[in-house]
Each structure stands twice: as C-alpha cells, then as structure tokens.
C-alpha cells in the first residue's frame, strides 16, 4: 500500500507519447502490471489517471511505496513543458493538496542520477506557483461574449480560458481566417 508524504516529478524523455503508449511500453516491454505513474499529462495538457493512489508506484527506486508519481510527456532536457501541461500539472497539485495537504514536490533527479524532470523543466517556478489557492479559470470581461460565442459555435469546449495557445495552432487559426494565402 502506497503512503505518500511527496510528490515526484518526471518526463517521458520523449517528443510525443500517448498514455495508451507510455502504458504499454510499461506493461509489456518493462513487465509491470500497470503503468508506473499515478497521473500522466500529455502534450495538450490532458490529465490521465495511471495507478490508484493507493498502490505503490514504480516510477521512483526507493521512493515508490511513499510518493505520488506525476509525468509530463516531453523532452524537458530539450524544451520546457508547455502551458497547457503547466497548467494542467498545478491543478493536479491543487487535488492532490485536498487529500494529503501540501506535500513536498521533488524532481526524479533528487533521488536518482537522471537528469528527470529535464534539464529545461521549470522546477523553480513549479515550485512558486504549487498549491495556490486560486487559479484563474473566469473568462475576461473584454472577452466573455466572443468566448461565449465560441462555446455556442462548437468552436472550443468552455474549458479553459486562460489556456495558452501555440504557435503552431495559432497559425492553423490565421490560415482558416484566410489570413495566410
């Protein structure tokens, strides 16, 4: 049985990963029963829920009959999370604070000799901005009706307003407006 008194932080050292993927590599090339993390965070910031708290991970020697182990998927020794994985990850830490009140969060690399989270991986500020009370989910007065509008539209799904965009969707955005021929 799993006692946590600390979270654990890792990336897949990967540029794309599923859960689905990550889980089978796991199960059938490693020989787990599941996969080795409690919570998954996948590139456009979808929350994935591994092993029930309860059970002992495998994603930490030493450390996995009393840790919760979080993955972002990326290469964080290349580039840094994005802020839709950010943002997903604090509130995470806020729903884990409810259960086991504010636990400490390390990196892999603390307890082992990878460089895990990532070289690039935020810690610092994933440090300043864990466990805050609030995270800003109201849409923006200037914005409510356009965001209102998109809802409506089928355009986004309401969730997340304060979600940031990437470059990449944002040119995808520009050239269906015509703005790019």
Same mark, same amino acid.
């Given at each position: 049985?799993?006692?946590?008194n600390?979270?654990?932080?890792?990336?897949?050292?990967?540029?794309?990963?599923t859960?689905?993927?990550?889980?089978?590599?796991?199960?059938?090339?490693?020989?787990w029963?599941?996969?080795?993390?409690?919570?998954?965070?996948?590139t456009d910031g979808?929350?994935?829920?591994?092993?029930? %708290?309860?059970?002992?991970? *495998?994603?930490?020697?030493?450390?996995? +009959?009393k840790?919760? #182990? @979080?993955?972002?998927?990326?290469?964080?020794?290349?580039?840094?999370?994005?802020?839709?994985?950010l943002?997903?990850?604090?509130?995470?830490?806020?729903?884990?604070?409810?259960?086991?009140?504010?636990?400490?969060?390390h990196?892999?690399?603390?307890?082992?000799?990878k460089?895990?989270?990532?070289l690039?991986?935020?810690?610092?500020?994933?440090?300043e901005?864990?466990?805050?009370?609030?995270?800003?989910? %109201?849409?923006?007065?200037? *914005?409510?009706?356009s965001?209102?509008? +998109?809802?409506?539209? #089928? @355009?986004?799904?309401?969730?997340?307003?304060?979600?940031?965009?990437?470059?990449e969707?944002?040119?995808?955005f520009?050239?269906k407006?015509?703005l790019?021929?």
């Amino acid at each position: 049985m799993n006692n946590p008194n600390k979270i654990i932080l890792h990336h897949s050292a990967t540029n794309e990963g599923t859960f689905e993927s990550i889980r089978k590599y796991h199960v059938k090339t490693k020989g787990w029963k599941d996969i080795g993390y409690h919570y998954l965070i996948t590139t456009d910031g979808k929350l994935h829920k591994g092993r029930d %708290e309860k059970e002992v991970g *495998a994603h930490t020697i030493g450390q996995n +009959a009393k840790s919760i #182990g @979080i993955c972002l998927v990326g290469n964080f020794d290349k580039y840094r999370p994005n802020a839709n994985q950010l943002h997903t990850l604090y509130k995470l830490l806020n729903d884990v604070k409810i259960r086991y009140g504010q636990l400490p969060i390390h990196g892999h690399n603390e307890f082992s000799t990878k460089t895990c989270p990532g070289l690039k991986f935020p810690m610092k500020e994933v440090l300043e901005k864990a466990y805050k009370d609030e995270i800003d989910e %109201e849409v923006s007065h200037w *914005a409510k009706s356009s965001w209102e509008k +998109a809802v409506e539209k #089928g @355009i986004n799904d309401g969730i997340g307003p304060k979600t940031q965009v990437t470059e990449e969707q944002l040119m995808v955005f520009f050239d269906k407006l015509g703005l790019l021929d």
